[in-house]
């Protein structure tokens, strides 16, 4: 639904309304005649519902061509399993550039398949819808059979196209966890703990997803790289299936009650406005003794026409801009085309840290890709760029060398660091 550029208030109520039509009880037959069609159909609820519902939300656009998507750039990756030795797949509108994949698999040929479509496929969860065939692909389910946390995915993902780099920000939210149950000194009961019923137990902890989000802090915990990732979720005691749309009034009524989802929500939101701005050179840093003095520019993401450019640029001439620690108020200015940009000019030592604090806001969050080193920032700039790359201007001047010479070349040892 965010493809669509709806905003968060009318997903809500899409959604809820889609699901309570993809849900619809199956006709007033006896429990015996209801299971005896489940088995026959392959599932209990209708595809023909749930396909209506998706197509009323979403038409018949192709994934590849959401315009909303493609204007603001986001990436949009959504997740499938196979059902012969069920493995991942994820569905993108971007044809997956980048390292070759391991683990998953990105659909390359799906750039006609709609978006109904691709919604349809992964939402088939065994028991509830049967699985959707697909033209020239195959068919799929509902990848939660293989992995009901898409974080590990997302990770590799992102691993996968952007190299080294990290996230500026990971968002994981869940649908309900279950408390966590002590261990208990006792013998095991025939009835209550026999194999099938411990098998399903296995199963079920398997789809908790806070276990997936544990596993990936830890190792991010132990690689340093702990910063801007926030989990949204409930623990719920008895949790709904996932059928019961009659619960969502309820479960909606507890997110707004848990204190600690509502002390969480606005330092993500400051986080995420923070990620809209960037950092680029506008010349080569200048060699100042064991420092750099670079100049340039902060820039938005979102460009000159995005409708939400004024209440950024509200919010941004109320925030202040730290540098290494300095703060500066933003002198907020527009270039020919109505872009947001801020001149910056400072020295530097080896990297250059750029935050910001809006008003509101406890405590400053980092610009994307912040802290810059120098070399990196010299590598991505278009300070470096030349004719037939992407800025397509003349080479700019070079860093000052302090080494003597009869014809001023550049000093790969003075970039160095």
């Not at 669509?4 to 005649?33: D, T």
């Not at 209440?311 to 907020?332: A, D, E």
């Not at 990297?351 to 610009?367: D, H, N, T, V």
Request: overall charge positive.
């Amino acid at each position: 639904m965010f493809a669509n550029g709806w905003s968060v208030e009318r997903c809500g109520v899409e959604f809820e309304e889609l699901a309570k039509f993809a849900f619809r009880p199956p006709s007033g037959l006896s429990l015996g005649a209801n299971w005896i069609r489940t088995i026959l159909s392959d599932a209990i609820y209708s595809e023909n519902d749930i396909e209506t519902a998706l197509k009323k939300a979403f038409g018949d656009t192709a994934l590849t061509e959401t315009s909303y998507a493609k204007r603001i750039g986001a990436k949009i990756g959504i997740p499938a399993a196979t059902i012969s030795q069920p493995s991942l797949c994820l569905f993108t509108n971007y044809n997956g550039p980048g390292r070759e994949r391991t683990g998953y698999l990105i659909l390359t040929q799906a750039e006609t398949v709609k978006v109904w479509e691709v919604g349809r496929s992964s939402s088939a969860a065994p028991l509830y819808f049967p699985a959707k065939y697909l033209p020239g692909l195959g068919t799929f389910q509902d990848a939660g059979v293989v992995a009901n946390n898409p974080l590990i995915l997302a990770l590799a993902e992102f691993a996968a196209m952007s190299g080294n780099a990290q996230p500026d920000l990971v968002l994981n939210i869940g649908t309900g966890t279950s408390p966590d149950v002590p261990l208990e000194d006792q013998q095991p009961r025939f009835i209550r703990d026999n194999w099938l019923v411990r098998l399903k137990r296995g199963y079920m902890s398997q789809m908790q997803g806070k276990k997936t989000w544990d596993d990936a802090a830890s190792i991010s915990s132990r690689a340093g790289k702990n910063g801007g990732r926030y989990r949204l979720d409930l623990t719920i005691t008895h949790p709904p299936s996932i059928d019961d749309t009659a619960s969502m009034p309820m479960l909606t009524s507890m997110v707004y009650r848990d204190s600690m989802l509502l002390q969480a929500v606005p330092d993500i939101a400051y986080h995420l406005f923070a990620t809209l701005f960037y950092f680029e050179l506008d010349a080569l840093p200048q060699k100042a003794g064991s420092n750099f003095h670079i100049s340039g520019y902060i820039f938005c993401t979102r460009k000159g026409r995005d409708r939400a450019l004024p209440k950024i640029v509200k919010r941004l001439r109320k925030s202040t801009v730290y540098i290494n620690g300095r703060s500066t108020l933003p002198v907020v200015d527009t270039d020919g085309y109505g872009n947001i940009r801020q001149a910056v000019e400072c020295t530097i030592g080896q990297s250059l840290l750029i935050e910001l604090k809006e008003e509101g806001s406890m405590r400053a969050f980092p610009l994307s890709g912040s802290p810059y080193s120098v070399s990196k920032l010299i590598a991505a700039g278009p300070a470096t760029a030349i004719f037939g790359m992407r800025t397509h201007k003349k080479r700019a001047r070079d860093v000052i060398c302090s080494r003597p010479s009869k014809r001023r070349r550049r000093c790969v040892a003075c970039l160095s660091v």
